[in-house]
């Protein structure tokens, strides 16, 4: 079983209008409304691919109780904490004539000490070896940014896999902590390292430098130009694939889905990236944050491109 944690979760509402332009009147032309939050993604992602996983974390209010009746109606099992508020919403538009998707992000709801404790109790309290365990996303108003780290340190303690996929001071805590995997995108990885990285051999001697952490193996998604995939023996550079972009919203969520699932079920490195590129790509085919079709992600499996880096 996989286990995903979302402690910033959101209602997701993408709106497509032609040639958007700030500061004028904007007429939506289609919309929809999904359940979100890059732990919910993944984990939506993980059910289109065949796989089971549990969602965990925090929920609040009538926003809430959407995103957990979606995730009961598609049979996703859950156990979220709900605490005071409302969980967020998130709007993202879509330009399809300028190309552009703009992402507008609310904070999220406060989250008590004790609301907290109750949602470590709620991750802990059956682990087992053999699991993996996702720790992904932003955090709310009043969590700390060690947050990540501390359960990491705890899950590997317990001999649980675990991987992190966040960004700013959760990432830089999270490492300290040494997960099993993290998929950082290639701009979080230049903030991480705080400097341009120019070229493929900067990413990966950037990403094999935090094998001194314990980590195992690093994943970095390069938008458009494909991904790296980095563990201690090997190196693969995966080319992106020419796709038709609905939206870029969730693209590295289907991406760590692959990774999990691909974990789970002792893939050898080319499975992995096979799948994981072909998820990630069937992905941006999508409107909003729904999850791709398993038949377009066997599809787009065919036609991934790779080459080992020496």
């Given at each position: 079983?996989?286990?995903?944690?979302?402690?910033?979760?959101?209602?997701d509402?993408t709106?497509e209008?032609?040639?958007?332009?700030v500061?004028n009147v904007n007429?939506?032309?289609?919309?929809?409304?999904?359940a979100?939050?890059?732990g919910i993604?993944?984990?939506?992602?993980?059910k289109?691919?065949?796989?089971?996983?549990?969602?965990?974390?925090?929920l609040a209010g009538r926003n809430?109780?959407?995103?957990?009746?979606y995730l009961?109606?598609?049979?996703?099992d859950?156990?979220f904490?709900?605490?005071?508020?409302?969980t967020?919403?998130n709007l993202?538009?879509i330009?399809?004539?300028?190309g552009t998707?703009?992402?507008?992000n609310?904070?999220?709801?406060?989250?008590?000490e004790?609301d907290l404790?109750?949602?470590?109790?709620?991750?802990?309290?059956?682990l087992?070896q053999?699991?993996?365990v996702i720790f992904?996303?932003?955090?709310?108003?009043g969590?700390?940014k060690?947050?990540y780290?501390?359960?990491?340190?705890?899950a590997?303690?317990?001999g649980?896999k675990?991987?992190l996929?966040?960004d700013?001071?959760?990432l830089k805590?999270?490492?300290?902590?040494?997960p099993?995997?993290i998929k950082?995108?290639?701009?979080?990885?230049?903030?991480?390292?705080?400097?341009?990285?120019e070229?493929?051999?900067?990413?990966i001697?950037?990403?094999?430098?935090?094998?001194?952490?314990?980590?195992?193996?690093?994943?970095?998604s390069?938008?458009?130009?494909g991904?790296l995939?980095?563990?201690k023996k090997?190196t693969?550079?995966?080319h992106?694939l020419?796709?038709?972009v609905?939206?870029?919203?969730?693209?590295g969520?289907?991406?760590?889905a692959?990774l999990?699932y691909s974990?789970e079920?002792?893939?050898?490195?080319?499975?992995t990236?096979?799948l994981?590129?072909?998820t990630?790509?069937a992905n941006?085919?999508?409107?909003?944050?729904?999850?791709a079709?398993?038949?377009?992600i066997?599809?787009l499996m065919k036609d991934v491109?790779?080459?080992y880096?020496k």
């Open positions: 079983m996989i286990r995903t944690i979302t402690l910033n979760p959101a209602v509402k709106v209008i032609d040639n958007f332009k500061g007429r939506v032309s289609t919309q929809r409304v999904d979100g939050g890059k993604n993944v984990s939506k992602v993980i289109s691919l065949g796989g089971e996983s549990k969602a965990l974390g925090v809430g109780q959407f995103i957990k009746s009961d109606s598609i049979e996703i859950n156990k904490v709900f605490v005071n508020g409302e967020r919403t993202k538009v330009d399809k004539i300028n998707n703009t992402d507008i609310e904070t999220g709801t406060f989250v008590s004790e404790r109750k949602v470590e109790l709620s991750i802990f309290e059956d087992s053999g699991l993996i992904s996303g932003s955090v709310p108003q969590i700390p060690n947050i780290g501390k359960w990491i340190n705890k590997k303690g317990l649980i675990t991987i996929d966040a700013g001071e959760l805590e999270g490492i300290e902590a040494g099993y995997m950082p995108n290639i701009h979080e990885l230049e903030k991480l390292f705080n400097k341009k990285l070229s493929t051999e900067a990413v001697e950037a990403a094999k430098c935090l094998f001194n952490y314990g980590i195992n193996e690093v994943v970095v390069l938008g458009g130009d991904a995939f980095i563990n090997e693969i550079l995966a992106g020419n796709v038709q609905k939206s870029t919203v969730g693209a969520d289907s991406m760590v692959a999990a974990m079920k002792g893939y050898k490195l080319e499975e990236v096979i994981s590129v072909a990630s790509a941006v085919m999508t409107s909003g944050t729904q999850p079709d398993i038949n377009e066997s599809r491109k790779f080459e880096i």
